[in-house]
């Protein structure tokens, strides 16, 4: 991944609504989910979610096809994996492997909310 690639990905992701949607397709898997359900999970209304969207889709960060009447959105995973290989790559002075805290990327600790439940 370019450097600039990288900081199109982190943009996308530095705002909360836009960094909910990514986890929730995340969450949900390759099968993704249509705009609706996004919507209705997230709470986000039609428009405000459609701008969103087109942030992520312009990073390269989820991707969607048409089934019937609805557009489907899923995750990147490729341009997701790029992302973390890259921030591995340049932490700790190009030495990743003295990195502390290598768990896996992405996953809720038992402190913060899942994107799908209301924030509390």
């Given at each position: 991944m370019?450097?600039?690639s990288?900081?199109?990905a982190l943009s ?5 609504h836009r960094?909910?949607?990514?986890r929730?397709?995340v969450e949900?898997g ?8 996004i919507s ?10 459609s701008?969103?969207?087109a942030s992520?889709r312009q990073?390269?960060?989820v991707?969607?096809s048409?089934q019937g009447?609805?557009?489907v959105?899923?995750?990147e995973f490729g341009t997701?994996n790029?992302l973390?290989?890259?921030l591995?790559?340049?932490?700790c ?11 896996p990327a ?7 909310h899942?994107p ?5």
């Open positions: 370019e450097k600039k990288a900081l199109a996308a992701l530095a705002q909360t960094l909910d949607v990514f929730y397709l949900i390759p099968t993704g989910a249509p705009a609706g359900q209705e999970a997230l709470r986000l209304p039609n428009a405000t979610l701008f969103h969207l992520l990073a390269g960060l991707t969607y048409r009447r609805s557009l959105y899923r995750t997701m790029d973390i290989q890259y591995t790559a340049h932490c002075g190009g030495k990743p492997e003295t990195c502390v805290g290598t768990e992405l996953q809720p600790t038992s402190s913060e899942r799908h439940e209301a924030p509390r």
